[in-house]
């Protein structure tokens, strides 16, 4: 395959249709598909295109600290005149920034992205206590089962002592008794 930054495409379509020419119809047929789907999430795909397409710079603020803010310029050659802010906050959810009277910058929809993070928390806080409540419940299980094994073992092993003792006392019983029988021909 090519290496000219069609390469996936050119696969695909040499798997599909036997030839890899038919690259570009491969891909406007996924992109369609991939896009045509209503709440079909934004990556940095479709950042990357929204600048070539609008000729802006796009600032990405993230709340992801080994990449907290990411740029997207416009493949032409020339600056662009217009600067977009977005944020993306937990990896999950996008808003549109702008300057607050002048000064530093507001997320147009912070509350809900705020709402949306303690959400999350809060399911993430939920889960994590079942998680710790289904492993204290197998623990005590595992308690019970041990402790209940154990006390057969010790049903085993008394038992096992009675039967011997019973043994032991039966062969006394049995030579006892063997010495105190008498034979008629003793006495003759």
């Given at each position: 395959?090519?290496?000219d930054g069609n390469?996936?495409?050119?696969?695909?379509?040499?798997?599909?249709?036997?030839?890899?020419?038919?690259?570009?119809?491969v891909r406007?047929?996924?992109v369609?598909?991939?896009?045509s789907?209503n709440s079909?999430?934004g990556?940095?795909v479709t950042?990357?295109?929204a600048?070539?397409?609008y000729?802006?710079?796009?600032?990405?603020i993230?709340s992801?600290?080994?990449t907290p803010f990411?740029?997207f310029?416009?493949k032409?050659?020339?600056?662009?005149?217009r600067?977009i802010?977005?944020?993306?906050?937990a990896?999950?959810h996008?808003?549109s920034?702008?300057?607050?009277?002048?000064s530093g910058?507001?997320?147009?929809s912070?509350?809900?992205?705020m709402?949306?993070?303690r959400k999350?928390?809060?399911?993430e806080k939920?889960q994590?206590?079942r998680d710790?409540d289904e492993n204290?419940?197998?623990?005590?299980?595992?308690r019970?089962?041990?402790?209940?094994?154990?006390k057969?073992e010790?049903?085993?092993?008394?038992?096992k002592?009675d039967k011997?003792?019973?043994?032991?006392k039966?062969?006394?019983n049995e030579?006892k008794n063997?010495?105190?029988?008498?034979?008629?021909s003793d006495?003759?």
């Amino acid at each position: 395959m090519k290496s000219d930054g069609n390469c996936q495409f050119r696969a695909l379509a040499d798997q599909l249709y036997q030839t890899s020419d038919c690259h570009k119809r491969v891909r406007q047929e996924i992109v369609k598909q991939n896009m045509s789907t209503n709440s079909e999430w934004g990556d940095e795909v479709t950042l990357r295109v929204a600048a070539d397409v609008y000729g802006v710079k796009i600032v990405l603020i993230t709340s992801i600290k080994l990449t907290p803010f990411m740029e997207f310029l416009p493949k032409s050659q020339k600056e662009p005149d217009r600067v977009i802010h977005l944020s993306y906050l937990a990896g999950i959810h996008f808003n549109s920034i702008h300057k607050k009277g002048g000064s530093g910058l507001s997320s147009s929809s912070g509350s809900a992205s705020m709402e949306l993070q303690r959400k999350k928390e809060k399911k993430e806080k939920k889960q994590k206590k079942r998680d710790e409540d289904e492993n204290e419940r197998k623990e005590k299980e595992e308690r019970k089962k041990e402790k209940e094994e154990k006390k057969k073992e010790e049903e085993k092993k008394k038992d096992k002592e009675d039967k011997k003792k019973a043994k032991v006392k039966k062969e006394k019983n049995e030579k006892k008794n063997r010495n105190h029988h008498f034979h008629f021909s003793d006495f003759m």
